[in-house]
Nanobody, 125 residues
Framework: QMQLVESGGGSVQAGGSLRLSCVAS????????LGWFRQAPGKAREGVAV???????IYADSVKGRFTVSKDSAKNTLSLQMNSLKPEDTATYYC???????????????????WGQGTTVTVSS
């Protein structure tokens, strides 16, 4: 049973940066699609950035050019570097892992088996 623990959330002003980390245990990140999702109050959870099993990366249009997802298989860690943050980036950010065959659209929450507890990001204007 894989467990995911996120860290690195906080409060920043618009234009600032944060780096989120997700440490996995109980499994090997190499075998899973790993993704960052976020959920703002009153809104559905949405995909932000994904690191696929072929080492390709996929981003939501809203974060392209500002966010960068990376993986360190040796440390079983997924990271999300967030630059040029905007107030609309305010949300709870979740790390997720899922087996590739279960995922038809990697930015959808459907198919991800494992989720972290979330870390909160607040961006003020």
């Amino acid at each position: 049973q894989m467990q995911l623990v996120e860290s690195g959330g906080g409060s920043v002003q618009a234009g600032g940066s944060l780096r989120l980390s997700c440490v996995a245990s109980g499994g090997t990140v190499r075998n899973y699609v790993l993704g960052w999702f976020r959920q703002a109050p009153g809104k559905a959870r949405e995909g932000v950035a994904v690191f696929d099993t072929d080492d390709s990366t996929i981003y939501a249009d809203s974060v392209k050019g500002r966010f960068t997802v990376s993986k360190d298989s040796a440390k079983n860690t997924l990271s999300l570097q967030m630059n040029s943050l905007k107030p609309e980036d305010t949300a709870t950010y979740y790390c997720a892992a899922g087996p590739r065959p279960q995922l038809h659209y990697v930015l959808s929450v459907i198919g991800y088996n494992y989720w972290g507890q979330g870390t909160t990001v607040t961006v003020s204007s």
